[in-house]
């Protein structure tokens, strides 16, 4: 596709269930990142994969969220056991090199707004 | 810490010129982003400043100062559509990549 895609756009869950949100990155980009996004807010980084390796996730809130890129294109970040906490928007992005310049351009998908009661 | 500051509410008037400011810990710093967001939307690239000075693109142009650690962005001939959340990202050299952000600071242009 033209953009990064994400799936679902929304998402509601029960406290304690697990959820999986999916990230199409723009094709042949090598970095790809995920944020959190509270309402008001601007994104907090939470984990980077350069290909299929996660390189970086010192930013993933606790041992309940897990995410993996294992052919080095489309992401999944897992929660575990939701949290009302965990109610924010999930924003996937890519860049097409990891260093230097425009080229470290991150472009962002929709989101998904995940909301747990 | 990698603090990024900027206010957090603008308001002007349709035809105008805002100015939208931003500061960050100049301590490593490799880069400075310019997003705009809109209410549900994904944030979309605006801007990107390295080197001192200002960098134009139509009716948006930002500037930088590495010394002061200072941005800002600016937009001219503000239109109703420019009404949205104008996000100041960092990158940092000790960073992988990653974007620090600012909070955000959500413009509302009138008529």
């Known amino acids: 596709g033209a953009g990064v895609s994400q799936s679902p756009r929304y998402k509601v869950a029960k406290r304690g269930q697990d959820v999986a949100l999916r990230c199409d990155p723009i094709?042949?980009?090598?970095?790809l990142f995920w944020y959190q996004q509270a309402l008001g807010q601007g994104p907090e980084f939470l984990t980077y994969f350069q290909n299929e390796a996660q390189l970086d996730k010192s930013g993933l809130p606790s041992d309940r969220f897990f995410a993996e890129r294992p052919e080095g294109s489309v992401s999944t970040l897992k929660i575990q056991r939701t949290q009302q906490e965990d109610s924010a928007v999930y924003l996937c992005?890519?860049?097409?090199?990891?260093?230097?310049?425009?080229?470290?351009?991150?472009?962002f998908g929709p989101g998904t707004r995940l909301l747990v009661l | 810490g990698q603090n990024i500051d900027q206010p957090t509410e603008m308001t002007a008037t349709e035809g105008a010129i805002v100015q939208i400011n931003c500061t960050y810990q100049t301590s490593g710093f490799n880069g400075l982003f310019w997003y705009q967001q809109h209410a549900g939307e994904a944030p979309t690239f605006l801007s990107y400043?390295?080197?001192?000075g200002l960098e134009e693109k139509g009716r948006f142009s930002s500037f930088l100062s590495r010394s002061k650690g200072y941005s800002y962005l600016l937009l001219k001939e503000l239109q109703m559509k420019d009404s949205a959340s104008y996000l100041c990202?960092?990158?940092?050299?000790?960073?992988?990549?990653?974007?620090?952000f600012g909070q955000g600071t959500t413009l509302q242009v009138k008529p």
């Open positions: 094709s042949g980009h090598v970095s």
């Open positions: 990202a960092v990158r940092f050299s000790s960073n992988t990549g990653k974007l620090i």
């Open positions: 400043n390295v080197l001192d």
């Open positions: 992005a890519s860049s097409l090199a990891g260093f230097g310049g425009l080229q470290e351009t991150q472009y």
